[in-house]
């Protein structure tokens, strides 16, 4: 008897778009979706054979979206699939991430993170996660990565897991999202080479108002939508150490300016912008009342 059939959709999405494709997909029952690291950057979105996909004439609700192709396959395709077009990439001048397939590891000279593309967000690939990777190398190297450190909205907590890497301490993970829970936990077993025994981070499942959260923190990640860290930041600002940084992304470039003058407008004073594509990151410094 033939196993039931997968579908992949493989797209061209616009930076712009994105982030309300991915709800749409979701809320119809998409069982994964990426974007790619190399050009063209080609987004692949997975569904099970239990649930009926969407038609493609929904896509026409977002400007821009092209279905490239559409590919059935059965489950003993299913591993072969989901690997491609996810490869190995570097990321600033420290890190080197690779899938958990692929057992080569990377130059000596970088710190060699391994991801599952198939958890929560967070895997390196897209260009908030790099930008954020990048801030923080900076950060490191001006001796300004101490703890304690919030990282908000932390998907597999991979950013956490690079400030770790690179010098920070006193760092605590979470995310609203239940699934990210054993997603942050297996990332690190995943990475048991780089951390030899240490937990790396504290983590929960929760939100900024979760009795988990201390403060005043010395530096905050938010590599989130830029509405939600704009609802945030009061509470933000009240768990901020005076004179503590924050890395800020998860926005797009044509937003530059309000998410700039959010932050001023809530004691964040901007310091730098990073761009890659059509996406910014944020390195901000909380300036004392």
Partial sequence: MAS???LRWKLEVPDRQEEALCAWLEGR???????????????HVYFSPE???????????????CLIEAETFGDEDWVAKSREGFGAFEVGSRFHVRPHWDETPGPANRIDLVVNPGL?????????????????????????LKGPVLDIGAGTGI????????????????DIDPDCGPAMDEFIKLNAHLVEGVQPY??????????????PYAGLLANILLETIQDLLPRMAE?????????????????????????????????KVLREGQWIAILAERVPS
Avoid: N, Q
């Fill in 239 to 271: 768990v901020s150490a005076p004179g503590g940084w924050l890395v800020a992304s998860g926005i797009l470039a044509e937003r530059t300016d309000e998410a700039l003058v959010s932050l001023a407008s809530h004691g964040f004073k901007p310091e």
């Fill in 120 to 144: 929560a967000f967070g895997t390196g690939g897209h260009e908030t996660t790099r930008l954020c990777m990048e801030l923080l190398e900076e950060l490191s190297v001006e001796g300004r």
């Fill in 51 to 65: 649930i009926p996909p969407p038609e493609p004439t929904g896509l026409r609700a977002f400007p821009g979206v």
């Fill in 202 to 215: 504290e983590s929960f499942v929760g939100t900024l108002d979760h009795p988990r959260v201390a403060g």
């Fill in 159 to 174: 950013l956490s897991l690079a400030a770790f890497l690179l010098g920070g301490r006193g760092l605590t993970a979470f």
């Fill in 29 to 43: 029952g998409s069982a994964a979706f990426y974007r790619e690291a190399d050009s063209p950057k080609a987004c």
């Fill in 4 to 6: 039931a059939a997968h």
